[in-house]
């Protein structure tokens, strides 16, 4: 499989302040997604950008694609202690074959 | 009313044992996966099948063998278990297998081997 990485691996911050997380992948794509993981749970969707798109909203969420790159940014704003969690980059590529996952970046927002 | 259900939440077991972890989803969706998350957070797919059909086969050992019986159900069952095999593995499903869908995730299951 090809894996995507995030960058960075670790970030700490304090409540209201500003959190963005890249990711990078190595081949096409089809679409993009990102996913979060509280300690010892499974993974949630947060937000789905189409390869056709350059950003998207949703909430505190902001995401961008660059296609070109092969790279997308998460973006939460005013961030807060309850988004302390691992964040992961997920997307499928145009074969439809390969699930090309980052390593996640773990977020810590401290109060 | 859970979406995902995998069972069971906690595995300990001996090196060499065969163990099996299942896998249910109720939304009626066509795609099911495996996925194998180590120490470190590493999120690597194992497995995917689509109504049934094995559609992703990552390189994972052929000790670890997916077993669909009907849409709703993944099972993944592993024959003698190494140190390494231990991990969280969590099951997912999605509507369908584009990169359209969302995927939702069980609770995982944490598979120990001693």
């Known amino acids: 499989s090809q894996q995507g990485e995030e960058d960075p691996q670790a970030l700490s911050i304090q409540e209201g302040e500003n959190a963005t997380m890249n990711c990078s992948y190595k081949t096409s794509i089809n679409n993009l997604q990102w996913y979060r993981q509280n300690s010892g749970r499974g993974l949630v969707h947060l937000i789905l950008?189409?390869?056709?798109?350059r950003e998207k909203h949703s909430g505190r969420l902001r995401v961008t694609l660059d296609t070109s790159k092969k790279s997308s940014s998460l973006l939460i704003t005013a961030s807060r202690a309850a988004d302390t969690a691992s964040y992961f980059c997920?997307?499928?590529?145009?074969?439809?074959?390969?699930?090309?996952f980052g390593k996640g970046t773990t977020l810590s927002v401290s109060s | 009313d859970t979406a995902v259900s995998q069972t069971p939440k906690y595995l300990v077991t001996q090196m060499g044992n065969d163990k099996s972890i299942k896998c249910e989803q109720n939304?009626?969706?066509?795609?099911m996966y495996w996925y194998k998350q180590d120490s470190k957070k590493f999120l690597k797919i194992m497995f995917s099948?689509?109504?049934?059909?094995?559609?992703i086969n990552e390189t994972v050992p052929n000790r670890f063998s997916p077993k669909s019986p009907d849409k709703a159900h993944l099972n993944l069952h592993i024959n003698s278990l190494e140190l390494g095999d231990s991990a969280v593995y969590f099951c997912a499903s999605s509507q369908d297998r584009t990169g359209l869908a969302i995927q939702y995730f069980g609770a995982g299951t944490r598979l120990s081997v001693l």
């Open positions: 997920v997307a499928l590529n145009q074969a439809g074959t390969a699930l090309i």
């Open positions: 939304l009626g969706h066509d795609t």
């Open positions: 099948y689509n109504n049934k059909e094995l559609i």
């Open positions: 950008i189409r390869s056709n798109e």
